[in-house]
């Protein structure tokens, strides 16, 4: 049996502190592919009773700011992988602010532990719901990986921008991802 919750409260809060992982979802308005990304680390934050961030270190694909730009839509969900079965979902509105946007240091200054990140997702949060999770299997957490950390580690700054730019320019379904200043300014 689900339920609709009408805020983050402490019950929902203590859910997802307590989960090692967490999946984005967003789409592009029509046609296209819709992703579902597997998040980790410490890269969830808990803004508001309506309002949440996380860290998007990066990947092989800039899919959720793409459409994030489009169209804003979002959906995180959390699924107890330990413990009592339940998964929870928060539906929103979302806006990404990405390494050479105005603001980002200030939201990147939520997450201390990273210092290179690809973007800052914000997103107000419309509806709450969780459900039974009968059917997420019982795992046990052994870590983080680290591969994602390390793989940009001994970049320089400028070296690391590079390639966010030259391998996140565009969506798989060729949606504007990262956009240089100077090309935003032409």
Partial sequence: MSKVYDSIDERVTGFIEAQKMFFVATAPSGHGHVNMSPKGHD????????EVAFLDLGGSGIETVAHLRQNGRITFMFCA???????????GKGHAVCFDDPGFDEKLALFPKYPKARAVITARISRIQDSCGWGVPLYEFKGERDQLIRTNEHRTEEEWRERRYVSNALSIDGLP???????EEA
């Avoid at 890269?43 to 309506?50: A, D, K, S, V, W």
């Avoid at 990262?178 to 090309?183: G, I, Q, S, T």
């Fill in 177 to 183: 991802g990262l956009v240089r200043p100077e090309a």
């Fill in 43 to 50: 890269t969830f934050r808990i803004l508001g009773p309506h």
């Fill in 81 to 91: 992988m330990e413990g009592a079965a339940n998964i929870l979902r928060l539906y």
